[in-house]
């Protein structure tokens, strides 16, 4: 029964515009990967699932030219999303990789293209540089994460090699 109430929770709170307002770290991504994440524990995917449909749709709007996503910590005070300044961001398109690959959607250049990114950011010494504030919360503190960049890219790219296999990216 609780798991059936947080999943119809998650599903009631899912915006018309197939996204989810996040409240602890930039915001709509992150949003999506948990929320994602929990429908695909219970079976709800892209192939089943209109829910989870809506959600890919609206990420995949918001995928960057380069591959990655930007989110701004602008989206957590307004309530809309708002592109990073700076482009695409390394934590911010693992948690959009990461929720898609929970939700199965069924096309791979997508999800390719974001893991292309990831790795072109990757320094020769392994690590990925800090980028822009990945946290927030009451709306008006935001904080940096410095293992984020380490936690999701691992995450993320581990998953698609799971999935997709690990064959080699062209950078």
């Given at each position: 029964?609780?798991?059936?109430?947080?999943?119809?929770?998650?599903?009631?709170?899912?915006?018309?515009?197939g996204?989810?307002?996040?409240?602890?770290?930039?915001?709509?991504?992150?949003?999506?990967?948990?929320a994602?994440?929990?429908?695909?524990?219970?079976?709800?995917?892209?192939?089943?699932?209109?829910?989870?449909?809506?959600?890919?749709?609206?990420?995949?709007?918001?995928?960057r030219?380069?591959?990655?996503?930007?989110?701004?910590?602008?989206?957590?005070?307004?309530?809309?999303?708002?592109?990073?300044?700076?482009?695409?961001?390394?934590?911010?398109?693992?948690?959009?990789?990461?929720a898609?690959?929970?939700?199965?959607?069924?096309?791979?250049?997508?999800?390719?293209?974001?893991?292309?990114?990831?790795?072109?950011?990757?320094?020769?010494?392994?690590?990925?540089?800090?980028?822009?504030?990945e946290?927030?919360?009451?709306?008006?503190?935001?904080?940096?994460?410095?293992?984020?960049?380490?936690?999701?890219?691992?995450?993320?790219?581990?998953?698609?090699?799971?999935?997709?296999?690990?064959?080699?990216?062209?950078?």
């Open positions: 029964k609780t798991i059936d109430r947080a999943i119809q929770y998650i599903i009631e709170a899912q915006s018309p515009d996204s989810w307002f996040g409240s602890w770290a930039i915001c709509f991504t992150y949003a999506a990967t948990f994602l994440g929990s429908l695909a524990s219970v079976g709800q995917t892209y192939e089943n699932s209109e829910v989870v449909r809506r959600a890919c749709a609206f990420l995949l709007s918001k995928q030219e380069d591959g990655g996503w930007g989110e701004a910590y602008k989206a957590c005070e307004t309530a809309v999303w708002c592109e990073h300044p700076d482009g695409s961001q390394v934590v911010n398109t693992c948690w959009a990789l990461l898609l690959l929970s939700a199965k959607y069924p096309e791979q250049e997508p999800l390719r293209r974001g893991v292309k990114l990831i790795m072109s950011r990757q320094q020769p010494n392994g690590e990925w540089l800090q980028e822009g504030i946290g927030v919360f009451g709306k008006n503190c935001m904080i940096s994460y410095p293992n984020y960049k380490f936690i999701f890219t691992i995450w993320a790219l581990g998953r698609y090699a799971k999935v997709w296999g690990n064959h080699p990216i062209e950078n």
